[in-house]
């Protein structure tokens, strides 16, 4: 959610951004808001005019009282009266118009960074750099849940029968290799200097509205009946919301933590022949890392972020490469976005396995997370979340990547300690 006072006094540089996101239907909620805005502060002067001259009077009350001039006091005091149902009508009126403006800013898309290229889609998405070199072996590379069931690692047919399709068991080696996949991925984090922490699975609606936008919850979020919870779609979602209505010390900046968590999603939608098996899914496992930071190193900590993500996969010996994420593709929340693609020597081309996202000031001035700095100044903080690794899609990358003719799985050195000090899955 961007500044109301930035939008004020901004209005065509906010209307020409939702312009590079090719969202003209929103561009009339610009001069709606900023009707509404004036008409509630134009509410908010008149009660406090209202206030003010309220206790003017009150005060004048109390000495004609003291003076014997109870007629004169009455009187006043029925002018109070008056007044306090006039204010109770410009309070009820003024919170009615702060609550309409929040909710159109709520929809209008945060100021994206210079650097993110104008496109209307994913097609348009633009290739920044390759780490390692794409190979594709001469013998035939099956499709993913084929290499795990040769292996007995996956069930998807009890699957179904007990939770629906979107779900799995992974078995054996397999599902050893996922939990020493999230294990190599905490440790790698820490090691680079991320606080370990597993939160909370389920979070309420004012976090949820905080993190992202309301077509991404409905698409996404599952509801918990009867209870104001839901199912998180991501750790970085609670992770964030763990700074909720905050005012940080400037001098404890940076916070950078990686966590652990199961996710959920409704993954609404029809999905093509290579979303199948575990590619995706209503739950899975995912190591994320979120940063709350200065603005000022908000740029700095985007390009480490994703960095991580490729060192991760290249030292499982995996190709990846880094999309930048163009105007149209960005979420309302974020200010930049890129994407990490891991190579798929089956189908011959990258896929993605992680997204590195810097929101700006967005989801800390929804959440109220404040950064308190000299002289005591107070400004919202910057918020940024990266991907990891989120096994699922991991375990298809490594899988390809790591295959042998004769149907076995090489494990990388950096993976062995996390494998019993297996070599090979057979």
């Not at 909710?103 to 920044?128: A, C, F, L, R, S």
Request: net charge negative; hydrophobic share 40%; glycine share 6%.
């Amino acid at each position: 959610m961007i500044d109301i006072k930035f939008l004020r006094e901004n209005p065509d540089a906010v209307k020409e951004n939702i312009k590079k996101k090719f969202q003209d239907h929103k561009l009339a909620l610009v001069d709606e808001v900023i009707g509404l805005d004036q008409k509630s502060r134009q509410v908010k002067q008149q009660a406090d005019d209202l206030r003010s001259n309220r206790n003017k009077i009150s005060k004048q009350i109390g000495a004609l009282m003291a003076q014997g001039k109870r007629e004169e006091g009455m009187a006043l005091k029925e002018e109070v009266t008056k007044q306090a149902q006039q204010l109770a009508e410009l309070e009820a009126q003024e919170a009615e118009l702060s609550a309409k403006v929040t909710e159109i800013m709520m929809q209008i898309p945060q100021i994206i960074d210079p650097e993110v290229p104008i496109g209307k889609d994913d097609t348009q998405n633009v290739e920044i750099e390759r780490f390692g070199e794409p190979v594709v072996p001469e013998f035939e590379v099956p499709y993913h849940t084929d290499i795990m069931e040769k292996l007995n690692g996956i069930d998807l047919d009890s699957a179904r029968k007990v939770a629906g399709n979107g779900f799995y068991y992974l078995m054996g080696d397999i599902a050893r290799l996922h939990s020493a996949v999230i294990a190599y991925a905490r440790d790698f984090m820490i090691d680079r200097g991320f606080t370990y922490c597993v939160p909370p699975f389920m979070i309420r609606s004012n976090v949820v509205t905080g993190v992202m936008s309301f077509a991404e919850m409905d698409s996404m979020m599952y509801k918990i009946e009867g209870e104001d919870l839901y199912l998180i779609g991501t750790s970085e979602h609670s992770m964030i919301g763990k700074f909720i209505d905050t005012i940080n010390k400037e001098d404890t900046l940076p916070y950078t933590l990686t966590s652990y968590s199961p996710c959920f999603r409704k993954e609404k939608g029809a999905h093509g022949i290579e979303e199948r098996g575990v590619y995706r899914i209503h739950q899975f496992e995912k190591q994320e890392m979120i940063v709350v930071c200065k603005p000022e190193d908000s740029k700095m900590w985007f390009d480490k972020l994703w960095q991580n993500t490729v060192d991760l996969f290249r030292s499982l010996d995996i190709p990846v490469r880094t999309l930048e994420c163009c105007s149209g593709d960005l979420a309302d929340l974020k200010v930049r976005s890129l994407d990490v693609e891991a190579w798929s020597p089956r189908q011959k081309k990258y896929f993605e396995v992680g997204s590195c996202s810097n929101l700006g000031d967005a989801q800390a001035r929804r959440l109220k997370i404040r950064v308190s700095g000299e002289g005591g100044k107070k400004y919202f903080a910057h918020t940024l979340n990266n991907t990891v690794v989120a096994p699922p899609r991991m375990l298809i990358a490594f899988l390809e990547n790591n295959l042998n003719a004769d149907g076995t799985v090489n494990i990388p050195v950096a993976l062995r300690p996390y494998m019993g000090g297996k070599e090979i899955i057979d």
